[in-house]
């Protein structure tokens, strides 16, 4: 099965994380951009939690692959105030109903509520073969590794 991971990074965790689990698949990824980046910092934090709780639509740079052609895709997000963040939102309704096998990952600061995989899977119109949520000091630390190997071998499997 051909697979393909994308994900949304403001820091850099989530980025590190979607590195991972393609070195591990041995795929392709790409890291999804918005035009309109809520920046760095205490500022680019509020900014991209307001954003989210507001429901405030970014613009999403087109992805360079074709998410379609592959046979799983594998998407990560962080969570914000609680949320998916809002590229990952995006690109979860441009490609409803439209992959064949998704699995779904993201890091957390505060806390990563139950309900975030659910509305991933009613966004994109897919249930996923598994998830994955790591704590951003997991992924720092790189204690996070064995969950991710974890992940991969399901995502293998299925």
């Not at 409803?96 to 600061?109: C, D, E, P, Q």
């Not at 659910?118 to 073969?129: H, L, Q, S, T, Y």
């Not at 204690?143 to 995502?155: D, P, Q, W, Y």
Request: one cysteine or more; charged letters at 25%.
């Amino acid at each position: 099965m051909k697979a393909f991971v994308t994900c949304y990074s403001r820091t850099g965790t989530t980025l590190k994380v979607a590195e991972e689990i393609a070195r591990a698949l041995g795929c392709d990824m790409e890291q999804i951009i918005t035009r309109d980046d809520p920046g760095k910092g205490v500022i680019g934090f509020l900014t991209a939690g307001m954003n989210s709780i507001l429901d405030a639509g970014m613009k999403v740079r087109r992805l360079e692959h074709d998410l379609e052609s592959h046979g799983l895709v594998v998407i990560g997000t962080p969570v914000w105030a609680g949320r998916i963040s809002n590229p990952v939102r995006k690109i979860l309704e441009v490609f409803h109903g439209k992959l064949s096998k998704v699995a779904f990952f993201s890091t957390y600061g505060m806390a990563c509520p139950a309900s975030l995989f659910d509305e991933m899977a009613r966004k994109i119109g897919k249930e996923p073969i598994d998830t994955l949520a790591l704590h951003v000091d997991e992924v720092n630390s790189g204690r996070g590794s064995e969950k991710i190997m974890a992940f991969v071998e399901t995502l293998k499997r299925a």
